[in-house]
C-alpha cells in the first residue's frame, strides 16, 4: 500500500470510529425523513438513496415522507392546468387532486423508493391512503381583509392534513426489513383524497410512531438568528419567542410549527436542515452538533 493509500484508509478508519458512538445511539430507532426541494435534484438524489440504504445497514428504521410540488408543477403545465397558491398552499379542485395522486403516488413515489432499492436496501413505496394510513380532514384557513380586519374562511379545495395516523401498515413493512417510502396523500371520511402538505404529513407521522427523530430536509441551512447565522439546538419555547420577535418568519413558521407539533407528539427531535449538502442525513445524525436546527423540549 502506498504511503497516500496508507492516509486514506487512516482517514476512513477514524471517520468510523468517530461516527460509532452515534450508530449505538440509534440502533433500532425509528427516523422519519421528509424528502424534498433540490435533494431530490441530480446527483444528491442518488446520494439520498444511498444514505437511507446505509441507516437501514446499521440497525435504524428509516421513514421517508417526499414531496413533489416541482414534478407537479410540470404535470399541470403539460395538461394546461392552472394553479393557484394560498398561503403556500395549492388550491387544489377536483380536477387537480387526480393529478396531484397520479404524479405523487406514481412517478415519483416509485422513483424514490427505485434510488433506495438501487443502493442495496428494500424500499416499497406507498401513499397515505393504503392501509389507511392518513386519515384526512380539509384543511381551514382563514385570511384577514387587511381593509376591513374581517376574517374570511378560504375553500382550498382538496387540501387536507392528518386527523388520524393509522402506523399498522408501517409497521408491517418495517418489521419485515422493509423500508416505507410516502406519498402525502390521505383519504377523507367518504373516501375522498385529499393532497396534504408533505412536511405536515412527515411531522404526523413521525409524532405517530414517537420516532427519535424528524429530520426535514429543505433548501435553507436552518433557523437563522437575525445576523443570519445558523441556531443549531432550539428548545420550544425559544422558538416561540422567536416568532414573536420576527426572526423566524415567512414559510419559516409552519415547518418549526411542525416540528413543535412532533415533539410534542413524542418525537425526541426535529430537525430542519439542508438538503442540499452533499450526505446531509449521515452529517446531522453522525457529527457532533449535527448541521441543521433541532428543536426539542
Do not use: W
Request: glycine letters at 12%.
Amino acid at each position: 500500500m502506498t504511503d497516500d493509500a496508507m492516509i486514506t484508509a487512516a482517514q476512513e478508519a477514524d471517520v468510523v470510529a468517530r461516527a460509532l458512538p452515534y450508530l449505538r445511539r440509534y440502533a433500532g430507532a425509528t427516523i422519519v425523513v421528509k424528502y424534498g426541494g433540490h435533494a431530490m435534484e441530480g446527483s444528491l438524489a442518488n446520494e439520498f438513496g444511498r444514505d437511507i440504504a446505509l441507516l437501514k445497514q446499521v440497525g435504524i428504521n428509516p421513514v421517508v415522507v417526499h414531496g413533489g410540488g416541482p414534478q407537479i408543477n410540470a404535470m399541470l403545465d403539460r395538461l394546461g392546468i392552472k394553479s393557484q397558491f394560498i398561503n403556500g398552499l395549492r388550491v387544489t379542485d377536483a380536477a387537480m387532486v387526480d393529478v396531484v395522486e397520479m404524479v405523487l403516488s406514481g412517478s415519483v413515489n416509485k422513483q424514490v423508493a427505485g434510488l433506495i432499492n438501487r443502493a442495496g436496501a428494500l424500499a416499497v413505496g406507498i401513499s397515505g391512503k393504503d392501509g389507511g394510513l392518513i386519515r384526512a380532514r380539509k384543511a381551514q384557513r382563514t385570511i384577514k381583509d387587511p381593509d376591513s380586519n374581517i376574517e374570511r374562511v378560504l375553500d382550498l379545495g382538496y387540501v387536507g392534513e392528518p386527523a388520524f395516523i393509522d402506523t399498522r401498515v408501517i409497521h408491517a413493512l418495517t418489521g419485515a426489513g422493509l423500508i416505507p417510502v410516502i406519498a402525502p396523500v390521505g383519504s377523507g371520511e367518504d373516501g375522498e383524497t385529499y393532497n396534504i402538505n408533505a412536511d405536515t404529513a412527515a411531522g404526523a407521522i413521525a409524532g405517530a410512531l414517537n420516532a427519535q427523530r424528524l429530520l426535514m430536509l429543505t433548501d435553507v441551512p436552518g433557523v437563522l438568528d437575525k445576523e443570519k447565522q445558523l441556531l443549531s439546538d432550539l428548545t420550544m419555547t425559544q422558538v416561540k419567542d422567536l416568532i414573536a420577535d420576527g426572526t423566524i418568519s415567512g414559510g419559516m413558521i409552519p415547518k418549526v410549527e411542525t416540528c413543535m407539533e412532533a415533539v410534542t407528539q413524542g418525537v425526541k427531535g426535529a430537525t430542519i436542515l439542508d438538503g442540499r449538502v452533499p450526505h446531509a442525513l449521515l452529517l446531522e445524525l453522525f457529527t457532533e452538533g449535527g448541521i441543521g436546527t433541532m428543536i426539542h423540549k
